[in-house]
Structure formats: structure tokens, C-alpha cells
């Protein structure tokens, strides 16, 4: 079946660090993939996404680029800010399917 | 636009006592689900239900029962509540779009339930 594996946390940085989250996936066909976001406290919201091979999604200075031949799908940011400490999930979605298959999650800490 | 709402926001309970978590979204979607989130674990898929009347097993159904009477509303309910049920729990309101490509989730705030 569909999976998702994220490299274990937590990820921890200085504020203006770089940052990467691994995030690979497995799948039966041609899936959507996600990042969601979860601050503390609150449920999780949708980061960024990406439908198609080659796709890059990006919003709030992250971005993540679509690599089917290397089925990954890896969360980047240039300079994390201490307002970026959240979990990270990774996720897909297959059509037809009408299920989202998340990762473990990342906890990533930015200290000042 | 409230968009996914969760009741309660926290809840204790003993063990071998029940209730019920509500779920209400206002954005017309079909699909709604239930997750649990425990530590190392991420989201795990309790139940999901496909539109108004119907409801399905996700991967850990067991001791959890589900109602989807109206639309807007998913009931997530314990019978009898065990520790190990003692977790925070989500729902989710999920647009899949034309071919899945517009896939969006909307989360609620989630409930934290200990069960002593």
C-alpha cells in the first residue's frame, strides 16, 4: 500500500540555518504530495503542494520539488526563523483513492 | 467561516466510560475523517466517511464507532474508554477535486483525551 517515510526529529537550527526535511514516498500510481504544517496546539494546515513530476510547491520561504524518479519530495528553506518550531508532515494523496497517507512528522526547533 | 470545528477541546474520562467527539464543517465537502495522533506514531486513520449516511474502518477502527447523520456533522464516539485510547484526536474535512489534483485538508484544533 501507499506509504510515506520522514526522517526522524527533532531537527534542530539556529535561527538563519538551513534547513531540509526528507520526505520519500511509495505509491501504486501517480499521486498528488503534501506538506502540512502543525504549530503547537493547533490542528495542521496545509504548507505547500505539488501534483506532477517536476512540480516545485513553495509558500511562506518553503519549498519542496516533486522527484518521481527518486520518489521524494523534500522540504527546503533558505533561513528558518524561530517562528518556523512546528511539526512537518508529509503527505499523499492518490486519485480515486479519497484517502491522505501522512508521514511520521518532524519536529523541527529554531532557537534565536 | 468557521471551517472545521472540534467539541470538546480537552476531556478526561475512567476507564470503561463513553462519549462522543463532534466534528462539524461548513464547507459543503464530502469527506470527513478521524485520525489519532500519538507521539513517534503521526496520524493514524480511525474512520472515514464518504458523504452523508455512510462510514467506513480506516486503520485502527477498534473500540470506535462512528455516525455521519448529517453532512456538515461527524460523531466520533468511545463505548468504553481504555487508557490506551488516551490521545489527541482530529478531524478532518477533505476537497479531492477533479482527478485529486486539488486535493485540500482542513484540520480542526483537535481534543485531548486522557483516559485514567
Known amino acids: 500500500g501507499d506509504s510515506v517515510t520522514q526522517m526522524e526529529g527533532p531537527v534542530t537550527l539556529s535561527e538563519e540555518a538551513f534547513l531540509t526535511i526528507n520526505c520519500t514516498y511509495t505509491?501504486?500510481?501517480?499521486?498528488?504530495l503534501f506538506w502540512y504544517v502543525q504549530y503547537p496546539g493547533e490542528g495542521l494546515q496545509l504548507l505547500l503542494k505539488a501534483t506532477k513530476a517536476d512540480d516545485k510547491g513553495s509558500n511562506k520561504g518553503f519549498e519542496a520539488t516533486y522527484r518521481k524518479e527518486t520518489t521524494s519530495f523534500h522540504l527546503e528553506k533558505g533561513s528558518v526563523q524561530v517562528s518556523d518550531s512546528a511539526v512537518y508532515f508529509c503527505a499523499l494523496s492518490e486519485p480515486g483513492f479519497q484517502k491522505l497517507v501522512f508521514g511520521t512528522g518532524t519536529r523541527l526547533l529554531v532557537s534565536p | 467561516n468557521a471551517g472545521v470545528t472540534q467539541t470538546p477541546k480537552f476531556r478526561v474520562l475512567k476507564t470503561g466510560q463513553s462519549m462522543t467527539l463532534l466534528c462539524a464543517q461548513d464547507m459543503n465537502h464530502e469527506y470527513m475523517y478521524w485520525y489519532r495522533q500519538d507521539p513517534g506514531m503521526g496520524l493514524r486513520l480511525i474512520h472515514y466517511?464518504?458523504?452523508?449516511?455512510?462510514?467506513a474502518k480506516g486503520e485502527v477502527p477498534d473500540g470506535y464507532n462512528v455516525s455521519r447523520l448529517k453532512k456538515q456533522n461527524f460523531l466520533l464516539g468511545l463505548e468504553s474508554a481504555a487508557p490506551s485510547q488516551t490521545s489527541v484526536y482530529f478531524c478532518?474535512?477533505?476537497?479531492f477535486g477533479t482527478g485529486g489534483r486539488n486535493t485540500e485538508a482542513f484540520f480542526g484544533q483537535g481534543t485531548r483525551l486522557t483516559v485514567v
Open positions: 478532518a474535512s477533505i476537497y
Open positions: 505509491a501504486t500510481g501517480y499521486p498528488s
Open positions: 466517511s464518504v458523504g452523508e449516511g455512510t462510514t
